[in-house]
């Protein structure tokens, strides 16, 4: 462990909300972020954040901490965001910064009322997803990045629904898989391509399947191009896994950003 592990991991407060967000209206200003409340159930705010006025081009819908036990997809987007100011400024994006804040500080997947968020997404009528819903309408995006982590997982790993003939995935991988290697072994029965989980159909079966639909599933059949659903080991150190999340949104942003015309 070198010193600025040391230093991160004596001094994180990952499980505070309340700073995460106090941190989060900082870029908001910064950026030029309208900070939206999703009127939650919960004493806590869960907010989204988009831009002022209508930016050109495909943009990204960024989501973390829709699962309260997994910091480090809270921290990592926050983190990419305070180091990517000027991209959110000009990059159409809409985000969510922590959909289950209670989650969060009680370290658990479910939000109080016992539901996992990310089966919710065909439910409006769970006010925070509603919400969403709603902002997010007719909206198009060039990437949907769910930003998430696994118990059991060894190693980084991908979810991506995309188009035939267009996959991303591995080299998204590329970089983050420096700092976290990939995911060795199976998930969900299937066993990863270079760490990635690709799927252009059969979405309809997947969410009966698993009992409800996801954040991801909802996004790419409705407006996103590709629906990308990242995850990072939980038993690695939270330092590593929030780099990872930091390098996996470098990535997505280097395909949108200034100089390429995005993919939507
Ligand atoms: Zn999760």
């Known amino acids: 462990m070198d010193s600025g592990e040391r230093a991160y991991l004596a001094g994180h407060r990952s499980h505070d909300p309340a700073y995460l967000l106090r941190r989060w209206r900082s ?26 006025h209508s930016a050109p081009g495909g943009g990204l819908y960024l989501s973390a901490g829709i699962h309260g036990d997994e910091p ?5 987007l926050l983190q990419w965001a305070e180091e990517n100011v000027c991209f959110l400024r000009e990059q159409p994006v809409f985000i969510v910064p922590c959909l289950n ?15 996992d968020l990310n089966r919710c997404f ?8 509603g919400a969403i819903l709603e902002l997010i309408s007719g909206r198009e995006f060039a ?46 029965g299937r066993v990863p391509s270079d760490g990635v989980l690709r799927r252009t159909r059969g979405m309809a079966g997947i969410v009966s399947e698993i009992g409800g639909m996801p954040e991801a599933i909802h996004l790419f ?23 990872c999340h930091v390098r996996f949104l470098e990535g997505v942003a280097s395909l949108v950003g200034p100089g390429n015309g995005g993919t939507g």
């Open 27 to 52: 870029v908001a200003r910064k950026a030029k972020l309208r900070i939206i409340d999703l009127k939650s159930e919960t004493p806590h705010p869960v907010v989204a954040l988009c831009n002022r």
């Open 101 to 115: 804040p209670w989650g969060l500080i009680n370290n658990r997947r479910e939000d109080p009322e016992g539901r």
């Open 72 to 76: 480090a997809a809270v921290q990592g």
């Open 143 to 188: 990437f949907a990045v769910s930003l998430h982590e696994d118990f059991d997982a060894d190693g980084i790993y991908l979810y991506e629904l995309a188009r035939r003939g267009e996959s991303l995935g591995p080299g998204l991988l590329k970089k983050a898989a420096k700092t976290i290697p990939r995911h060795q072994g199976r998930v969900d």
């Open 122 to 129: 065909d439910r409006p009528e769970v006010p925070v997803i």
């Open 221 to 243: 059949l409705n407006g996103a191009r590709s629906a990308l659903t990242f995850e990072t080991p939980s038993e690695y150190s939270l330092y590593r896994r929030v780099q």
